[in-house]
């Protein structure tokens, strides 16, 4: 009996969901798409109400300023697959109306040109030009050719107004070649450069007996040459590769004489999700100095593993470094990580760095960062133990973007440029009789830490108007020097260009770094004054091939020094013409 009422109860609950479901079916529908009705139509004798009927139209599109990042995903075996195309056309029973294609509103293409020539003078006795040649584009092999040369030769205001002579000249010769081939990609280079410096600047020692450098000029040769060979595939189940070959020469008119060799490669390889690589680097420094100075031989190994998702990356590595320099060697271990998410997909990604490395700093470099040195100055590496970065970056729209970014980095042998002194003593009393500054510069090393704080801010409206503005701040501590010498305090940058249709192009540059102290005499701080200049360069095209440009530099002719006792130019500027054909 039981089991015949359970029977009865479900046929029962079968007929009351059918008819539920009956009734449901039965009632009237109405859809509404808006608020505003603006057309109707009949469909199968219900009445359906749209706020208005679809059209797709397509506009002007614009160049996106930001490209896009490739990272392969693909994992595991890679098989062959084959497919054919069938050539025959298909029927439709309705009409189909071709989509119009769209174009760059807001850019057009240029005449690609061979040869930019460009000629101009200035003020203080300043030839200016430039040429360069490239080849037509191919995919197998491009190359390109280059020769600068760019001097000064007037004469500029001490501090205490004396004008004094102060020659400067750089000139090149560059080529490079590029060639393709499959997924392989080859690239060598080569350039020669030549530089002409003066000492110019001075305190009230301006005698060649005390002081033997004031006025004398230095004539510096620079060879480099460079191969590359590189993996060009995406494809994350093949093993990536990149490696190089270089060298670089250097040889002065005080028998000064520099080589420095390298050889680095860097591969990596996708196991599933994981992506693991490698960097090997080795670099000989063979120095031939007065007075004599040993080798110096730097090798470094760095294993790293990287994984990530569509939003967020993370890397971890750590560099193995060996410093062998005149004579020691130093063994160092450098951590690397990176961590970043995407937080609003282009819009918002803050991110975390650690960053650490030997920088090298070898006569070459010194002397291209401060070319008053003295002559064969010793100098040695610097270690940077740590230096950890965290910001975020991203754009609020696609015209404006930012990046906000601190750091707070420990330095081993960080260098800091001082002015060499000269002290007399007379013999009879025994006591200085005058103290000067000399023209050259010596080096003090010193462990130090510096926090640095970096934002910047840039607007795009395609490619007519570009804005931009940068501000940093650095505070040093170092362990024994009390002031960081010659290290600014802030600086701020801001930039704008116009380009009217290719036609008229305007720029306008801002720059502003204070906060420098010099060592005077009896180690005595010197403030120097606060840099601040204002740049403008305008190019008018008057045909396709041929402009005219003006550059003036530095237009509210503010004095300031380059480095302690060494006055850069004034207000200076460069007009001439530009060919491109």
């Avoid at 199968?44 to 506009?59: C, L």
């Avoid at 240029?110 to 430039?130: D, Q």
């Avoid at 931009?468 to 040093?476: A, C």
């Amino acid at each position: 009996k039981e089991v015949l009422v359970s029977i009865v109860r479900l046929k029962r609950l079968r007929w009351m969901f059918a008819l539920i479901l009956a009734a449901l079916v039965a009632l009237p529908v109405e859809g509404r798409c808006g608020v505003e009705i603006n057309d109707t139509a009949q469909l199968s004798g219900k009445v359906v109400q749209v706020s208005r009927v679809y059209a797709p139209t397509i506009g002007d599109a614009e160049k996106i300023s930001t490209l896009p990042s490739l990272l392969d995903t693909l994992e595991g075996q890679i098989y062959p697959m084959r497919y054919t195309f069938l050539q025959r056309g298909v029927h439709t029973d309705f009409p189909v109306r071709p989509v119009p294609p769209a174009k760059l509103g807001q850019e057009s293409l240029g005449t690609l040109r061979n040869w930019y020539v460009k000629v101009g003078y200035g003020n203080y006795i300043s030839p200016l030009l430039e040429s360069y040649y490239s080849s037509d584009g191919s995919e197998a092999v491009t190359y390109d050719v280059s020769l600068k040369h760019l001097s000064a030769w007037g004469r500029i205001k001490l501090y205490d107004g004396v004008r004094v002579s102060a020659p400067q000249s750089s000139s090149s010769l560059a080529g490079t070649v590029r060639a393709v081939a499959g997924s392989v990609g080859l690239s060598g280079e080569a350039q020669y450069r030549h530089v002409y410096d003066n000492f110019y600047g001075a305190d009230t020692l301006r005698s060649t007996v005390y002081n033997p450098l004031w006025r004398s000029g230095t004539n510096s040769h620079l060879v480099d040459a460079a191969f590359r060979i590189e993996c060009l595939s995406v494809d994350s189940s093949r093993f990536r590769y990149d490696a190089s070959l270089s060298y670089g020469g250097y040889y002065d008119s005080r028998s000064e004489r520099q080589s420095r060799y390298s050889a680095a490669f860097k591969g990596q390889k996708y196991w599933r999700h994981t992506c693991f690589g490698g960097d090997l680097n080795f670099d000989y420094f063979d120095k031939e100095m007065n007075p004599p100075i040993g080798d110096n031989v730097v090798v470094g190994a760095m294993p790293w593993v990287r994984i990530g998702g569509n939003r967020w990356r993370v890397q971890v590595g750590v560099q193995f470094v060996y410093d062998y320099n005149n004579g020691k060697g130093y063994p160092y271990f450098f951590p690397r990580a990176h961590l970043s998410y995407d937080v609003v997909e282009g819009y918002c990604v803050p991110y975390l760095e650690v960053q650490s490395g030997l920088e090298m700093a070898d006569y070459r470099t010194i002397r291209e960062e401060n070319p008053w040195i003295s002559p064969g100055l010793r100098v040695r590496n610097a270690a940077k133990r740590l230096d950890i970065v965290a910001g975020g970056k991203g754009k609020v729209n696609n015209r404006l973007s930012y990046n906000l970014r601190g750091s707070y980095a420990i330095y081993d042998s960080a260098h800091f440029y001082v002015n060499r002194a000269i002290e007399v003593v007379d013999a009879m009393s025994g006591i200085y009789a005058w103290r000067a500054i000399k023209s050259d510069f010596g080096v003090l090393y010193d462990n130090a830490d510096v926090l640095h704080l970096n934002g910047s801010l840039d607007y795009r409206l395609g490619q007519y108007l570009l804005l931009g503005i940068q501000g940093d701040y650095w505070h040093w501590s170092a362990r024994h020097i009390d002031v960081p010498w010659h290290k600014p305090k802030f600086r701020v940058k801001a930039h704008a260009s116009y380009n009217l249709r290719r036609k008229l192009q305007v720029g306008l540059d801002f720059n502003c770094t204070g906060g420098r102290m010099a060592k005077g005499l009896d180690g005595v701080s010197v403030a120097l004054p606060v840099e601040y200049g204002l740049d403008l360069h305008a190019q008018y095209r008057f045909v396709s091939d041929w402009s005219f440009f003006i550059d003036l530099r530095n237009v509210l002719a503010r004095r300031y020094e380059i480095f302690y006792r060494y006055p850069a130019q004034r207000f200076n500027g460069h007009m001439g013409v530009i060919l491109d054909f």
